[in-house]
């Protein structure tokens, strides 16, 4: 597709290092893995009243992904830790912190970072975002990703190496939250944290993830699923059709080929099929969009979210707050490039999605309802077709109204351990469009609660 005393309340780095005040850079080097190093620094931007790390986790060989974690403002010591990850794949983490769900935003001018009231997901929970793959927003490295299950390994060393340096956060709930291509990404992290903790012994080394769930934001998960709603969003969605007959006609013609050729990749899982179904669906279904000439993440308008916070986030100062070394971009083309040689948007994740519900991990899908490129409708139709433990009781229920201040701001679907959410007057970024909506789902989602309640 952003405390009174800072260095009183730090928590104990590895066995016995305690990091000194008269420093403002760290080093932490992995007992467990010698490879893996934390360097970093105690940013106050954004929001000062809270902990904050920031800088670099090195989570393989020449492999150096960014980060910024923030303390919850909200019982820190016992609230859960929630990473976030943005998609692409190959865009930065830094929009959710910056443009969506973190505590930063910038002022008019883009001069000062301010903290986001009405939205940050921190008010109630402990924030990590990161940067990957390597060469993603100020992450670099050797960057040899091409697919999501490659990056799974890498996403688990970074959570090791962070809990080994920062042990005062390991036992606390964990959920994993992502959008876009994070229905990718986050289904295999989290399934790869799953199977490693269910293979840890009692002598290993290495940190049980105590995770609780997982949450998806206009995902792109089910593929195949998924394609078989664009002419839906384009052409017979509740904002109305935004495509001519002609190019809606062309959308509807070509779907039996692309449902063709989707089977075929689901089936083989070859590079070669998956790329034909990616090659097809995505110029005779879905990019034919293009000639709405509206913006691909709604469909409301040509407009896009100005991204008034990168500049920001290059000046010379915040790049030396923050201990970021290299020069920050939105989206690595040459990153997301690589994951096509191994078709990996064409692939189904969804069985992952499943395999976390069987092992008791809860799941929340949302979607803001403007969203063409991951929307509501292919998004509640792949939860609906997911074949899981408690997939009766789930689709034995139906979109119910969620109302928010005496005003309804979407519907909820839940059964078993899997939610469905659908957000009105929302585009692909949800917390942007409709930040107390999301921040409350959030809240009641981590609390275990009915998002309705």
């Keep these: 597709m952003k405390i009174k005393s800072l260095f009183s309340l730090l928590p104990l780095v590895g066995a016995a290092f305690a990091l000194p005040s008269t420093i403002d850079t760290t080093t932490f080097v992995s007992k467990v893995n010698a490879n893996n190093s934390l360097t970093f620094k105690q ?5 000062d009243t809270v902990v904050q790390y920031s800088g670099y986790l090195n989570v393989g060989t020449n492999e150096h992904y960014f980060f910024w ?5 909200q019982n820190p010591d016992t609230a859960p830790l929630t990473i976030w990850l943005n ?3 190959g865009c930065s983490s830094m929009i959710g912190l910056w443009q969506e769900l973190g505590p930063c935003r910038v002022n008019d001018d883009g001069s000062q970072a301010v903290y986001n009231t009405e939205g940050s997901w921190n008010q109630v929970s402990n924030m990590l975002f990161f940067d990957q793959p390597s060469n993603v927003g100020f992450s670099y490295g050797a960057d040899n990703v091409h697919s999501s299950d490659e990056a799974a390994p890498l996403a688990y060393n970074f959570i090791q190496t962070f809990f080994e340096a920062f042990p005062k956060y390991q036992k606390l709930p964990f959920h994993f939250f992502g959008e876009s291509y994070g229905g990718h990404y986050i289904p295999a992290f989290a399934d790869y944290v799953l199977k490693q903790n269910q293979a840890l012994s009692s002598s290993s080394k290495q940190v049980k993830v105590n995770l609780e769930s997982i949450g998806i934001g206009n995902g792109l998960t089910d593929p195949l699923v998924q394609y078989q709603y664009y002419e839906k969003m384009a052409c017979d969605s509740s904002y109305g059709s935004v495509l001519s007959d002609s190019d809606c006609q062309q959308m509807n013609a ?8 989707g089977k075929k990749c689901y089936q083989t899982g070859s590079t070669s099929d998956c790329s034909d179904a990616d090659d097809f669906c995505g110029s005779n279904i879905e990019g034919v969009y293009q000639n709405s000439g509206l913006s691909y993440y709604d469909v409301r308008t040509s407009d896009s979210i100005p991204s008034t916070y990168i500049k920001f986030l290059n000046s010379a100062s915040t790049r030396s707050a923050i201990g970021a070394t290299q020069s920050y971009s939105e989206c690595s083309n040459s990153a997301g490039g690589k994951f096509g040689s191994t078709a990996d948007s064409a692939r189904n994740f969804a069985p992952r999605v499943a395999d976390l519900l069987n092992n008791g991990v809860r799941v929340l899908l949302y979607a803001g309802d403007a969203d063409y490129i991951c929307n509501w409708y292919g998004n509640y139709a792949w939860s609906s077709q997911l074949n899981f433990t408690g997939s009766a009781d789930y689709q034995s229920q139906s979109l119910k109204p969620w109302t928010l201040g005496g ?3 979407g519907q909820v679907q839940a059964g078993s351990s899997l939610t469905f959410v659908r957000v009105y007057e929302a585009g692909h970024e949800v917390p942007w469009y409709q930040p107390a909506a999301a921040l409350q789902m959030f809240t009641n989602h981590i609390a275990n609660k009915p998002i309705t309640s």
């Design 43 to 47: 940013p106050k931007l954004c929001d």
């Design 69 to 73: 974690f923030f303390e919850s403002r």
């Design 87 to 89: 998609g692409g794949p």
């Design 254 to 261: 070509s779907l039996p080929q692309c449902i063709q050729l």
């Design 407 to 409: 005003k309804e701001v």
